[in-house]
């Protein structure tokens, strides 16, 4: 009977470089040709995944990393980006975990997310929503042990691989206690240059 592994012992957690984005892109253009996650049908050149980091540096949302410790290379990622573009929504973030496909099942979406959710406790953030597409049973079960709950679904909004597709929204309300602002709300970005993970 085999033991499982820590993924702590194979791979390291920090925040992502732009040395990154290739690799990032490769497994977000896997996702594309290969499954019905991601509502795209056209992998996605190198300078999107450019601005995309560029934009979440620039608004203090984190795109962190887990990689091999040999290597260093990048084999799945996480992130948090805006929920919508009104202020009011400031507080909400949406979660994205993406894994290489040949890293499944090694404990690696569990550690992205437990490591995400501390993240978004740290900038103040009141609630992380994940968007599903509702097949998706093993992302499903994942974020339900993290105290997301079931918030709606919306029914065939998506069509890909001859299909339509259901999404399921899940929503984890932060347990910290309210916090008043005296003007508009704002969140503590998180803090590039200076993430490490574990650190308290």
């Known amino acids: 009977m085999s033991t499982k592994v820590n993924p702590l012992q194979l ?21 594309v040709r290969n499954s019905t996650s991601l509502f795209v049908y056209d992998e996605i050149p190198l300078e999107n995944r450019q601005t995309w980091f560029t934009d979440c ?5 984190p795109v962190i990393v887990a990689a091999e410790k040999e290597t260093d290379l990048a ?21 994205s975990i993406y894994i290489h496909v040949d890293h499944h099942r090694r404990g690696l ?4 997310l437990e490591e995400m959710i501390t993240i978004a406790e740290r900038m103040k953030l009141r609630s992380l929503i994940a968007s599903i597409t ?35 929204f899940l929503e984890r ?7 008043d602002f005296p003007r508009g709300a704002s969140f503590t970005p998180f803090p590039w240059g200076n993430y490490r993970h574990g650190l308290e």
């Open 11 to 31: 791979y390291n957690i920090r925040e992502a470089t732009e040395a990154d984005l290739p690799q990032l892109l490769d497994i977000y253009n896997e996702r």
């Open 109 to 112: 979406g569990r550690l992205l």
């Open 75 to 95: 084999i799945a990622y996480s992130s948090l980006a805006q929920y919508r573009p009104h202020p009011a929504y400031v507080l909400t973030a949406e979660i």
């Open 134 to 168: 509702s097949e998706n049973a093993p992302s499903l079960q994942l974020f339900g042990q993290y105290q997301f709950t079931h918030a709606g679904v919306f029914h065939k909004v998506g069509y890909k691989q001859g299909r339509y597709l259901d999404v399921t």
């Open 173 to 179: 309300i932060s347990p910290a206690p309210l916090v």
């Open 57 to 61: 540096q620039a608004k203090g949302y």
